[in-house]
């Protein structure tokens, strides 16, 4: 099982240019996250999903959107990219019985 | 708002000897609360979690508290060794949406 996928791991944006974030998990949980993660701060909450077809706002929403495609797939969408958007951004899903999160390995997104 | 305060310092810990990281926070009471490792480029993995009705729970060289009273949780590592260098995140439910917050996280330094 490959758990959690993101791609792409490395992404370079000019201001104003957008991208989407993938990540695909094989865990079939129901519930999948979308956080940013800077330095000397906590992982924050962009957008989840508690289940198929539905997608909720987080802490930091602003400059994004979300897919919930499929029951597997949630993607991320910058429409256009701001040098505060430059993070590392985490996938992940959370097992119903146990409240664990599971995250993918990250992508990093630097926008000049 | 709530707020999660963990040592920004690196603890740095001689090898054999027992390791402790605080996590303490503000105006919430969260039904449980997690503890996470990250190893730099890498995505969080779930260590162990810990329920407001229980005040301790162990795992191996692994053990947990929880006090309610103080808002504070305590994650130690006994018969430290290198390879448990790593950032240590905690982390607690915010509301019944299954939403975490989360802390910066204090990296470990096991020295041998």
């Known amino acids: 099982n490959a758990g959690v996928t993101q791609t792409p791991k490395f992404q370079v944006l000019k201001t104003g240019q957008s991208m989407t974030l993938q990540c695909a998990q094989d865990?079939?949980?129901?519930?999948m996250y979308w956080y940013r993660q800077d330095p000397g701060m906590g992982l924050r909450l962009i957008y989840y999903?508690?289940?198929?077809?539905?997608?909720d706002k987080g802490e930091v929403p602003n400059g994004y959107n979300v897919s919930r495609l499929n029951k597997r797939e949630f993607s991320l969408r910058l429409e256009s990219a701001a040098p505060s958007q430059t993070s590392v951004y985490f996938c992940?899903?959370?097992?119903?019985?146990?409240?664990?999160?599971?995250f993918g390995p990250g992508t990093r997104l630097t926008v000049l | 708002s709530q707020k999660i305060e963990q040592n920004s310092e690196a603890l740095n810990i001689q090898e054999g000897k027992t390791a402790t990281l605080t996590c303490n926070y503000t105006?919430?009471?969260?039904?449980?609360l997690q503890w996470y490792r990250q190893d730099p480029g890498r995505g969080p993995v779930f260590l162990l979690l810990i329920r407001e009705n229980e005040k301790e729970k162990r795992k191996e060289r692994l053990k947990v508290t929880f006090d309610t009273t103080l808002k504070q949780s305590l994650f130690h590592i006994t018969a430290s060794q290198p390879a448990d260098s790593a950032t240590y995140l905690c982390a607690l439910e915010m509301d019944s949406n299954y939403q975490l917050i989360w802390g910066a996280g204090t990296k470990l330094i096991i020295k041998p």
């Open positions: 105006n919430y009471s969260p039904a449980y």
């Open positions: 865990m079939n949980h129901n519930s």
């Open positions: 999903s508690a289940s198929e077809g539905t997608t």
């Open positions: 992940a899903t959370r097992e119903r019985d146990t409240d664990t999160q599971y």
